[in-house]
């Protein structure tokens, strides 16, 4: 398992607190309940967006079931282009793969193995040209490329305000009376770069939080 060295994560959560009371109060709360997080980062680029593409629109304990049974119909061989390439759709049906999502998973298999998303480099890219590229894919858009910059390449200031969560714990942390807009959200944020990914892990464990808790 590879995570966010721990220094650097202070670093983050230092800058926040001094640059926004609002969020220096969510960040206190989240440690005092759970203690410091840290940026867990996914093994596997390719394994990541094809979890990403499951577990799209179903439960994460569904998505999870089906993943393992992908991950065990490929053994002895890693989720990879080829080895997912393999498994006719049927198989894929079978493993509870949707049609849609298999068509998905073709797309993906098709844009790595021509080189449209060069996986193996993709790292040497800024955001913005990682979600240009990532969003060529069937079945991928903004909010996963974003994800995939946080928890696989683990970028640090990556901000997601298509993410209800976020928007909805920003409403709740912030006194707002409605879930605030794609602007509004980015507008908040602003002053947390460049640690903007941070900000979004203790925002969303600021929703697992016990309200009674002091």
Sequence with gaps: M????RRVMRSATRHLSQVDPVLAGTISRVENQ???????LRRGRFLS???????????????????????????????????LDALD??????????????????????????????????HRQDDEQVISELVQVKGIGRWTSQMFLI????RLDVFAPLDLGIRANLAREYG????PGV?????????????????????WKSGDLDPDAT
């Excluded at 928890?151 to 683990?154: D, E, R, S």
Aim: glycine residues 6%; charged residues 25%.
């Design 2 to 5: 590879k995570i966010v060295p």
């Design 34 to 40: 759970v203690g410091p997080l840290d940026m867990t």
């Design 49 to 83: 967006l094809v979890r990403s593409i499951i577990g799209q629109q179903i439960s994460t304990s569904a998505a999870r079931s089906i993943n393992e049974r992908v991950r065990l119909a490929v053994r002895p061989h890693w989720v990879t282009p080829a080895s």
């Design 89 to 122: 759709d049927r198989d894929l049906r079978g493993l509870g793969v949707s049609p849609q999502k298999i068509g998905y998973l073709r797309d993906l298999i098709a844009a790595v193995q021509d080189r449209r998303v060069r996986l193996d480099r993709i």
């Design 151 to 154: 928890f696989c390449l683990g």
């Design 176 to 179: 707002l009376s409605d879930m």
């Design 183 to 203: 602007e509004a959200c980015e507008r908040l944020a602003e002053p947390w770069a460049p640690y903007r990914s941070v900000a979004c892990l203790y925002l």
